[in-house]
Nanobody, 131 residues
Framework: QVQLAESGGGLVQAGGSLRLSCAAPGFTLDYYAFAWFRQAPGKEREGVSCISSSGSETLYADSVKGRFTVSRDNAKNTVYLQMSSLKPEDSAVYYC????????????????????????WGQGTQVTVSS
């Protein structure tokens, strides 16, 4: 399986910002929807955001609405997650993945029972928010 590559994580104070990047070396990103997930120690993997193949449609988990912004630059084969007003609860390993079937982001796209629809998972990038 060809893997995506996440980057941009780090240590930040509460209220700060980070921008995560998801690159796809060797193939283009524009055919399918992509999503960001996160997993904190001892917790289930959680869907964070989804973006359609064109970038015109986005979806966010309630916990990050108004603080996170997902975008994509298909010409650069890169998907981004801009994170602002970060909270300690946002601390997790963040992953990006490609939806294997869909080009759009229906309102159930981030559900735990839909994670099997995604593939090409990256290695993850650690985000740590201190209080």
């Amino acid at each position: 399986q060809v893997q995506l590559a996440e980057s941009g994580g780090g240590l930040v104070q509460a209220g700060g910002s980070l921008r995560l990047s998801c690159a796809a070396p060797g193939f283009t990103l524009d055919y399918y929807a992509f999503a960001w997930f996160r997993q904190a120690p001892g917790k289930e993997r959680e869907g964070v955001s989804c973006i359609s193949s064109s970038g015109s449609e986005t979806l966010y988990a309630d916990s990050v609405k108004g603080r996170f912004t997902v975008s994509r630059d298909n010409a650069k084969n890169t998907v981004y997650l801009q994170m602002s007003s970060l909270k300690p609860e946002d601390s997790a390993v963040y992953y990006c993945a490609r939806n294997l079937m869909r080009t759009r982001c229906p309102d159930y796209a981030l559900g735990f029972d839909r994670q099997h629809e995604y593939g090409h998972w990256g290695q993850g990038t650690q985000v740590t928010v201190s209080s």
